[in-house]
């Protein structure tokens, strides 16, 4: 069996941590996000198809030298095809049942139990749902008791929702489903082909979870994962290899090949692979790129540094985004797919 992880987004959200890597490259815990997605597959499932675009070059090197166990194609797309046509675009590696997963998405859903659902009910499309408190930026969905879902609502205010649910980013389909995908043009699977499916099935079902579930789309969303993952795992640091730590670190996660001088405070913070933080700097809930050079008695906070970029000594800042290099031109100026805010 098939599973399509969606790996193709510019992670505008997350820039400019995404101008230089792809998303699913995002390291949390020094480990990429894609990573988390692929563990998270059940054996039954053999082939993972990477629909890539934006950086796919990244995740060609990246699974060339990384072991999985299951057979990895990465499928690149001639342009940004959305979600609904990266799907469409992996139609010659689709058998009759596969899942397809956003590649930002952290949460404890059981794919196999998905399945399961999905087949007792006889459905053509299963999506996972997550309730939420405030629904006003997300799709919420109308759902009857047996998990028949009769309608998307797209941003509802409070009041007027349908109910809490919303989509979590995890699916498993029925190859028919492909008949409602145009091919080679931009469409989304949320917006444009599950409404159909809903009006001309009524085997569009949705799979309720408990656990957790967080969307690693956004800074501050990427810190709050790291502080999560230090909980669950109770642990009050994470450290990569080879660190040479004369500071005071705090709820921090830590990649390879970091220095951190003295007396140099950091906490609630994610320090990237070879990133050097002189002495006497303070840093809180920031996320400092990879090969960045901070540099003494620096303090930020609420700060992301992109990769290779330096912070002259003596640097205060607060709620800001460092980045002085060049953007990738491919790179778009606002979100192109589900619009949902900074
Ligand atoms: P933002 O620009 O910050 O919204 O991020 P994004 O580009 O990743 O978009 P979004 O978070 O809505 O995407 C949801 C999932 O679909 C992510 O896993 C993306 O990598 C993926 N995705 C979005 N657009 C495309 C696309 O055109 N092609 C492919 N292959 N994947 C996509």
Not at 69 to 78: F, R
Not at 192 to 200: G, K, L, M, N, V
């Given at each position: 069996m098939e599973a399509i992880i969606l790996s193709g987004g510019f992670g505008t959200r997350l820039r400019p941590l995404t101008y230089t890597r792809a998303k699913s490259l995002l390291p949390i815990m020094n480990k990429p996000m894609v990573s988390y997605l692929i563990e998270m597959?059940?054996?039954?499932?053999?082939?993972?198809?990477?629909?890539?675009?934006?950086?796919?070059?990244?995740?060609?090197?990246?699974f060339e030298t990384s072991n999985t166990?299951?057979?990895?194609?990465?499928?690149?797309?001639?342009?940004?095809?959305?979600t609904g046509g990266a799907?469409?675009?992996?139609?010659?590696?689709?058998?009759?049942?596969?899942?397809?997963?956003?590649?930002?998405?952290?949460?404890?859903?059981?794919?196999?139990?998905?399945?399961?659902?999905?087949?007792k009910h006889d459905a053509v499309s299963t999506i996972s749902l997550w309730p939420v408190e405030n629904v006003s930026e997300f799709g919420v969905v109308e759902i009857q008791k047996n998990g028949n879902i009769t309608k998307f609502?797209?941003?509802?205010?409070?009041?007027?929702?349908?109910?809490?649910?919303?989509?979590?980013?995890?699916?498993?389909?029925?190859?028919?489903?492909?008949?409602?995908?145009?091919?080679?043009?931009?469409?989304?699977?949320?917006?444009?082909?599950?409404?159909?499916?809903?009006?001309?099935?009524?085997?569009?079902?949705?799979?309720?979870?408990?656990?957790?579930?967080?969307?690693?789309?956004?800074?501050?969303?990427?810190?709050?994962i790291h502080q999560d993952l230090l909980i669950k795992q109770n642990k009050n640091n994470h450290f990569g290899?080879?660190?040479v730590n004369n500071g005071i670190v705090n709820?921090?996660?830590?990649?390879?090949?970091?220095?951190?001088?003295?007396?140099?405070?950091?906490?609630?913070?994610i320090i990237l692979d070879n990133a050097i933080i002189e002495d006497d700097a303070i840093i809180s809930n920031s996320v400092i790129g990879e090969n960045c050079t901070v540099c003494s008695k620096s303090q930020l906070s609420w700060v992301v540094v992109g990769d290779n970029e330096q912070i002259s000594a003596n640097t205060i800042e607060e709620n800001k985004s460092f980045w002085t290099q060049e953007i990738p031109k491919e790179f778009p100026k606002k979100q192109i797919g589900n619009?949902?805010?900074e």
């Open positions: 597959l059940p054996d039954s499932v053999d082939t993972v198809i990477l629909a890539a675009n934006y950086k796919k070059i990244q995740l060609e090197e990246y166990n299951k057979t990895i194609i990465v499928n690149d797309e001639p342009k940004p095809l959305g799907v469409k675009f992996a139609e010659k590696y689709l058998s009759d049942e596969f899942f397809v997963l956003n590649s930002d998405i952290i949460c404890s859903l059981n794919l196999s139990d998905m399945m399961t659902f999905h087949r609502v797209e941003k509802p205010k409070q009041e007027d929702a349908p109910s809490n649910l919303i989509n979590a980013g995890a699916y498993f389909l029925e190859s028919s489903i492909l008949d409602y995908i145009e091919n080679g043009r931009l469409i989304s699977m949320e917006k444009e082909i599950f409404p159909q499916i809903i009006t001309d099935t009524e085997s569009f079902y949705g799979y309720q979870f408990k656990g957790y579930w967080m969307d690693i789309g956004r800074i501050r969303s990427y810190l709050d290899n080879n660190i709820k921090t996660t830590v990649g390879n090949d970091v220095v951190i001088g003295k007396n140099s405070k950091i906490e609630k913070s619009v949902i805010g």
